[in-house]
């Protein structure tokens, strides 16, 4: 092939090219100024009010005294007991949960995936439901509610692969059928349940909150959302291309098997450590991709990232709605489900328009 | 360039070819015809490598790229994000495109002329120019080899033009190998050296055009008379069904 002309056309493109991607290159930098912004602000409101200047003082005593101390002790131990680890947990939890959603949606072409519809949460918390029932904590809950959250992945794939392909419709029924499975198991454990200690505490815990968290709970889903954020980040490009679907992934050289396990396994990880440390908190996987396409465009070389961090503001400001909206703390997980259930609507009926369902 | 002999493949475990033999030498056009569901699309399939052949030989020299028949993306990726994808197979598991994948990408949307649709979504684009982007993705991946589904199934007469053009250009003046489906056999005589006429899973010709292209393969081929039509004061032909008008068998 000749060469001079690539380097001619190249010139001409360049421009238009640099001009096109300049606007989506900025969206980053700017979340993540937001993102600083709104944590920020999150550690300031509350029952005990304190200003962004007390905050960073408070804080940054830690490390280096500024001025004397004028505050409270009790102030003290609300912003870096109370208040920074339950932020740090929605930031953490809000970037895996967007991230994940935006590569399982890409892997089965399909807008109405994310942890939650694919039975994944749903596995983990009958999962961990099972652990407080056997009065497990920590690692071992969430190692259970990844077993469970993998087994129901496995299971879901395996009930909606026919000869080798996965139709878009039936992987979501067959999500449907897991998640109501796995509701029932979590029924039988309650009835099972001690009804004064462990009934509550399951109950509770399910509603999905982070509002007990401590260092140790962050670390802990640290620790599953971070190496998976890392291996589906690494996979960007190669999920762009399976989802063009599996044959024409196939005949364009990438490895459709392997891809699809790190993505599973990645996103199982991810909401295990979410349900293992605050319950169940859907529809953040489906909702924010989806802003996220628009700001960037479907790309997951710029989506996953860009997802990522628009669902750690997203979660943040939900989790500040949670704690100051009533004096009574509001689970994290029926707003989120409040705000995901309509949108998801939207997207089904504008997919629907567009005859979306026609293809596989 | 396609060594391939008493091959058989099987699908869903139903037998569709058997015991076809066929080779193609580099820089060639070979046209695939054949009736709805003589297993066309599952040869294709063979030939890229996405069905493994049940027994058989098949050797294939050198990269393969296949243009499907009437793609669409769930998202709303654009064209130039589309072509991209083509460089998969020199990237990696954990690889991204960089400045020479970008570079190679463009030199294809300038040899097809398709600058402008870079940045334009692809879902957006009308058959003809999405056929043109689907091509620019397997140039992209380098291949030496290019099978194409149906190229001209969705398309109106010029852009069948400018797509029969397109493939002729590609092996005179790049060497290339193409094999693609069709179901007017215009399209294998105006450009294919080649054509295989798959009468059946076990039956078919294959050899030089002008040899298997007859008016007499082909009714067989279509179970329809099928005559040849000289073009006046051209010396081109063509071959055209006639049509039978015996409505009356849908009666009773």
């Known amino acids: 092939m000749p060469s001079s002309s690539a380097k001619a056309a190249a010139g001409e493109t360049t421009e238009i090219r640099s001009r096109a991607r300049l606007g989506s290159g900025f969206v980053l930098p700017a979340l993540i100024c937001l993102l600083v912004a709104v944590t920020l602000y999150s550690v300031t409101i509350g029952r005990y009010d304190l200003s962004v200047a007390d905050v960073a003082y408070i804080l940054i005593d830690n490390v280096h005294p500024l001025v004397t101390p004028y505050w409270d002790p009790v102030q003290e131990i609300v912003v870096e007991q109370v208040r920074v680890p339950r932020i740090l947990a929605a930031i953490v939890i809000g970037f895996g949960l967007s991230m994940s959603g935006a590569a399982l949606q890409g892997l089965f072409r399909n807008p109405l995936v994310d942890p939650g519809i694919i039975g994944v949460t749903s596995g983990a918390g009958f999962g961990g439901t099972l652990a407080i029932l056997l009065g497990l904590q920590g690692y071992l809950l969430l190692t259970m509610a990844f077993l469970f959250g993998i087994g129901s992945v496995f299971l879901v794939k395996l009930l909606s692969t026919v000869r080798g392909r996965t139709s878009m419709l039936t992987l979501v029924l067959a999500g449907v059928v897991i998640s109501a499975f796995f509701s029932a198991a979590i029924s039988i454990a309650k009835l099972l349940a001690d009804p004064f200690q462990k009934l509550p505490a399951i109950t509770y815990w399910l509603m999905g909150s982070i509002a007990s968290s401590n260092y140790l709970d962050v670390l802990l889903v640290a620790a599953a959302v971070v190496p998976s954020a890392i291996a589906i980040y690494l996979l960007r490009f190669q999920i762009n291309i399976l989802s063009l679907g599996e044959e024409k992934a196939r005949a364009l050289g990438a490895k459709v098997l392997l891809v699809q396990w790190i993505v599973l396994v990645a996103s199982a990880l991810i909401s295990a450590g979410v349900v293992a440390t605050s319950g169940i908190i859907g529809w953040v996987g489906l909702v924010i991709p989806h802003v996220a396409r628009a700001l960037v465009g479907a790309d997951h070389q710029r989506l996953l990232p860009v997802s990522g961090v628009l669902g750690a503001i997203y979660l943040l400001l939900v989790d500040n709605l949670a704690r100051t909206v009533t004096t009574a703390e509001i689970p994290l997980g029926i707003i989120t489900a409040l705000i995901g259930v309509p949108v998801f609507a939207v997207i089904l009926r504008r997919l629907h328009a567009k005859g979306g369902w026609s293809g596989d | ?252």
């Open chain 2, 1 to 252: 360039m396609i060594e391939a002999s008493d091959l058989t493949v099987e699908r869903g475990g139903k037998t569709i070819l058997e015991s076809y033999t066929l080779n193609l030498e580099r820089a060639r056009i070979l046209a695939v015809l054949g009736a709805n569901g003589v297993g066309k699309t599952t040869l294709i399939n063979t030939l890229i490598g996405v069905i493994k052949p049940k027994s058989g030989q098949l050797s294939i020299a050198g990269p393969v790229g296949f243009v499907p028949q009437l793609f669409e993306v769930p998202f709303s990726y654009s064209a130039f994000d589309i072509a991209l994808m083509g460089r998969a197979r020199h990237l990696g598991l954990f690889g991204a495109p960089g400045r020479k994948d970008y570079e190679i990408v463009r030199h294809y949307f300038h040899l097809l002329g398709i600058e402008p649709l870079e940045q334009q979504t692809f879902n957006s684009l009308s058959g003809g120019q999405r056929q043109l982007v689907m091509i620019a993705q397997a140039l992209a991946s380098e291949c030496e080899l290019l099978v194409l589904d149906e190229p001209c199934a969705a398309l109106d007469y010029k852009n069948q033009d400018k797509v029969l053009g397109l493939l002729e250009h590609l092996r005179d003046k790049h060497g290339m190998t193409i094999v693609f489906s069709t179901h007017m056999p215009q399209h294998a005589v105006e450009i294919a050296s080649d054509a295989l006429l798959m009468l059946s899973g076990t039956d078919y010709v294959c050899g030089p055009t002008t040899d298997a292209l007859s008016a007499e393969n082909l009714s067989a081929l279509y179970d329809l008379p099928i005559a040849r039509a000289d073009f006046e004061g051209l010396s081109k032909h063509t071959y055209a069904p006639v049509f039978r008008h015996d409505g009356g068998r849908f009666d009773g």
